[in-house]
């Protein structure tokens, strides 16, 4: 018998891939990221960059905005106590008022008009106001359903019930990335819905949002499991080919698997990231000012390296700053929650600035609704306020935005919107305008319909972009 006849070959190997990768891990499969195909395999790094779906892309036309940040403060930040304040509700303490349902409850905190815009500040946001001459603060908010549950998968997702790509990885797959070493959406940190605020859903698993839950820590602590115990980069990288041709031998048999697809990319982006990964999350390398300038807070922390994320090509970052369900003594909530975010956000818009990415970064920051301004009913301790999806605040900063401006504004008790009412939907569109892309053109074909952000809904807020 000829021995050589039973030399062992890929074929042999080639059951099924979810087999191989069941018993090659590679160290690697505690990541969930979905990514990109590395360099060199089988063939040049140019090569393989464009056979990948993060390849970078063209917008329709050109954007102002070339990445964006996403500030979530999830809970529903009270918008008269922050940005639209009310100062006549003053004379209706007391009075049972029909109009909202119940006994008003003031504007908490004293407004000063800031900037050469002369834009009302809360006074729990010195920081965030020295900026106000490059944000645009939208009033006019409104959102479809006033539970956390719903309001936040729609401002993610545009959808508060179908399962739907989030907004991050309709941008990503708009756009592509700019790094083929990094993933081109991050999430930092995360809060109520979890991997759904982030996910890719009927996209390709590649435009799925990476989460790195804490960026307190060593750089090796942040992003685990990034490095094999087992195996060198040159075993590791001979690993990547052996799967890449295992992988094509098995295309060549059977109809495509996006989910397996997505899972093998994701090793191949996790081999990239052993390097500039861990550099990009280890904010010891920035100098101590820069550090003091967005303190020493696991909040401050997300805002720098949603910076160094932006530097280094990533395109969409979101920065999960929750906390703000304050049914009961809003004011003392407020001022802590307030202070949490002051200092790191007025750094990041500082640095930014001076940098000069404002230019072409995106900085959006709201929650996912906002509150009632009258007493929350079921409130015990201090007064509070209930959720409210009528009318709510967000601003928009860089990225081509008209700064210095107060946009929309409500009725006298901040409880329904009365000029320019902005549904989550025109923020979206407003978004992807901002990056070049018409959102009614921005679609996907699945199960035979054209999908998009936007569903069927939304248009750019003209009054808001330069």
Not at 428 to 456: C, M, S, W
């Amino acid at each position: 018998m000829d021995i050589t006849q039973h030399q062992p070959s890929p074929e042999d190997f080639c059951v099924t891939r979810r087999q191989f990768l069941n018993r090659f891990g590679m160290g690697f499969g505690a990541l969930s990221l979905a990514g990109l195909f590395g360099q060199s395999l089988g063939g040049s790094a140019q090569a393989a960059i464009n056979l990948s779906p993060l390849a970078p892309k063209q917008p329709m036309f050109p954007g102002k905005a070339k990445r964006v940040i996403h500030i979530f403060s999830q809970g529903g930040p009270s918008h008269i106590d922050t940005w639209d304040p009310k100062p006549g509700i003053e004379k209706y303490i007391g009075k049972d008022v029909k109009e909202i349902g119940g006994i008003p409850l003031p504007t908490q905190f004293k407004f000063t008009k800031r900037g050469k815009s002369g834009v009302e500040v809360s006074e729990i946001f010195p920081k965030i106001g020295d900026h106000i001459d490059d944000i645009a603060v939208i009033r006019s908010m409104n959102t479809d359903i006033p539970a956390h549950d719903f309001a936040t998968l729609m401002m993610n997702t545009g959808s508060g019930r179908l399962v739907k790509p989030s907004m991050g990885a309709w941008v990503l797959y708009g756009l592509g990335a700019e790094n083929q070493n990094l993933p081109g959406f991050v999430a930092l940190g995360g809060g109520l819905g979890g991997a759904s605020n982030w996910r890719s859903a009927f996209l390709p698993g590649a435009y799925q949002g990476t989460l790195v839950g804490s960026v307190s820590g060593p750089a090796d602590r942040i992003i685990e499991n990034i490095r094999s115990q087992y195996a060198t980069r040159n075993q590791q990288h001979r690993q990547l080919d052996l799967l890449k041709a295992m992988n094509d031998l098995r295309a060549e048999r059977q109809a495509h698997e996006a989910g397996l697809e997505a899972r093998i990319q994701s090793f191949e982006l996790a081999f990239n990231m052993q390097t500039q990964a861990m550099d990009t999350f280890d904010v010891s390398k920035e100098p101590q000012n820069i550090r003091d300038m967005y303190g020493d807070s696991e909040i401050g922390r997300r805002m720098l390296v949603a910076r160094r994320l932006m530097e280094n090509g990533v395109r969409f970052v979101q920065v999960w700053a929750g906390g703000w369900d304050h049914h009961t003594d809003v004011k003392g909530n407020l001022i802590k929650q307030a202070a949490s975010i002051d200092q790191p956000i007025g750094a990041l818009l500082t640095d930014l600035k001076q940098r000069g990415m404002l230019e072409d970064t995106l900085v959006v920051w709201g929650g996912e609704f906002g509150r009632t301004p009258r007493h929350d009913k079921g409130a015990r301790g201090e007064p509070g306020r209930d959720h409210h999806h009528r009318a709510f605040c967000a601003w928009m900063a860089g990225g081509g935005i008209k700064g210095g401006q107060a946009y929309g504004a409500t009725d006298e008790f901040g409880y329904d919107v009365v000029e320019n009412k902005v549904h989550v939907h025109d923020l979206h569109a407003t978004i992807l305008h901002q990056l070049g892309f018409d959102h009614e053109k921005l679609t996907y074909r699945y199960n035979g319909r054209d999908f998009r952000l936007t569903d069927v809904f939304g248009n750019v807020v003209d009054g808001l972009v330069s």
